[in-house]
């Protein structure tokens, strides 16, 4: 059974239809890239599963349990975490705090603290920084922080919208390499991507998106090498 | 002189800060100027005057079951007249906001008639006699008691589970709930804690000028707005350092400017201060997007 499992998915603003019928799953242990130009959607997606946006149509599955019912406060609980578009990240509180807010929902005193130093321990520059505001962090410590965060809450799905938005081509490397070994010690990735060519690299399966569609799907290294996802994604002719 | 009209100046000025501080944080969570919480001072007032005059009971249980009573009525009139315009324009919320305002004029005046009346003093403090300064009780009572509620609220916001939760919500809501910040239940804390520091500020103040009416939280509710704008809106320090500014700059006006002019006096500050600093003295800046 799929970990996250959507179903002729449908989300309106007012009028506008942005999510038009998508269905895709995610399998336990899997990187799953959701590509697509800006505008088609993807946000939209991940703010429908972490229930920051109430669906109008579809089914959104969890761990085998319907989300419908479940609000958005309550889905972190159940083990879905987001890294969410532009990081935001609580900009006036310290780093610390920002990553004990991550943990939030959680009482588990030893196994937070346990957690932190994994944290600190993968992400060296937030341990020295953690007394720092978090407003004052450089744009790739800030995609860090966001990262931290969301596995302080010890997630079995993490969410990523757009992780190298906004970097450095080496800071790029850097997060996507992160991705990966977050992925590799247990947790499932969900991967919102316009630069294609990297999520793909180390995406199991993909999905493209245009205008709220699901276009194409399939194994990642076999969207790669598709001419229409080149032409299009890839920047090739 | 000077020290004792200062004293006096800062205790007035703890009493808007306690108001202000309904205000910032109110503003802060729930983004919205809540005009009706200086009527919330009122009804504090009126039900420690309900609950020792004319109930008879020690000054203790009256403070005590003003402030649960008034927490309880902040928490209502957020879910009853504020919760249904989440996401309505401004202005809606803030003409709704009057509305509860009138509204909870209009019921006391409905129950306590217009004539204002005494306040006894619930809770008598002797007062102190440093060199040639003697300090009244009041003096003493209203800063010892803010000071104790600004500490513990600090300590509150920055130190609990529930106060960061307070901290991301004014933030970023969204963040928050990502968090598993419930946002309802934080902005139904901000109003009970705000509406219960009202309840406190209401009775300090009757303890001072005793006496009240249906309309005396309306001059309070004003300036610690002021204080809270001068402090810079949805700042908890700001609201605190705002609130004693506003009330030194009002005392001291009286006594070496004009009585008459004291609050033209604290308006024009206002004036100024948005001119110069609209963010207010320790107001936070836009947040610049990276
Ligand atoms: N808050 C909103 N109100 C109205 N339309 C929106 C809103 N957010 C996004 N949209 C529209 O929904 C579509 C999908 O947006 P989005 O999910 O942000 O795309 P992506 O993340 O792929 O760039 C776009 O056409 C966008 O203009
Ligand atoms: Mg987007």
Known sequence: ???????????????????????????????????????????????????????????????????????????????????????????????WKNLMLGAYTRKDKDGIEKDLEEVFHRFPRLKERRGQIAGTLSGGEQQ?????????????????????????????????????????????????????????????????????????????????????????????? | MFISYLLSGISLGAIYALIALGYTMVYGIAKMLNFAHGDVIMVG??????????????????LLGSIIFCTLLGITIERVAYKPLRGASKLSVLITAIGVSYLLQNVALL??????????????????????????GNTILTIGVSVVIMIVLTLFINKSSAGSAMLAVSEDKGAAQLMGVNVNKTISLTFAIGSGLAAVAGILMCTQYPNIGPYTGQMPGIKAFIAAVFGGIGSIPGAMLGGIAIGVIENLSKAYISTQLSDAITFAILII??????????GKKLNEKV
């Open chain 1, 144 to 237: 860090m922080l966001a990262m931290g965060r969301a596995l302080m809450s010890k997630p079995a799905i993490m969410l990523m919208d757009e992780p190298s938005m906004g970097l450095s081509p080496l800071l790029v490397t850097e997060i996507f390499d992160i991705i990966k070994s977050i992925n590799e010690s247990g947790t499932t990735v969900l991967l919102v991507e316009q630069n294609a060519r990297k999520a793909l690299a180390i995406a199991n399966r993909a999905y493209v998106l245009e205008t709220g569609r699901i276009i194409l799907s399939g194994d990642a290294d076999k969207l790669m090498n598709d001419d229409s996802v080149r032409k299009a994604y890839l920047g090739e002719s």
């Open chain 2, 45 to 62: 007032g009126y039900i420690a005057f309900t609950i020792s005059v004319t109930l008879g009971a020690d000054g203790w249980i009256a």
């Open chain 2, 273 to 282: 201060m948005l001119l110069v600093k609209p963010t207010g003295i320790l």
């Open chain 2, 111 to 136: 129950i306590f008639g217009s004539a204002s009346r005494n306040f006894q003093a619930l809770i008598v403090v002797p007062s102190v006699e440093i060199g040639s300064v003697t300090i009244p």
């Open chain 1, 1 to 95: 059974m799929a970990l996250l499992e959507v179903k002729d998915l449908e989300v309106s603003y007012g009028v506008i239809k942005a999510i038009k019928g998508i269905s895709f799953e995610v399998n336990r242990g899997e990187i799953i890239a959701l590509i697509g130009a800006n505008g088609a959607g993807k946000t939209t997606t991940l703010h429908a599963i972490s229930g920051l946006i109430p669906i109008a149509g579809g089914s959104i599955e969890f761990d085998g349990k319907d989300l419908a019912k479940v609000p958005a406060h309550e889905r972190v609980m159940h083990g879905m975490a987001q890294v969410p578009e532009g990081r935001r990240i609580f900009s006036q509180l310290s780093v």
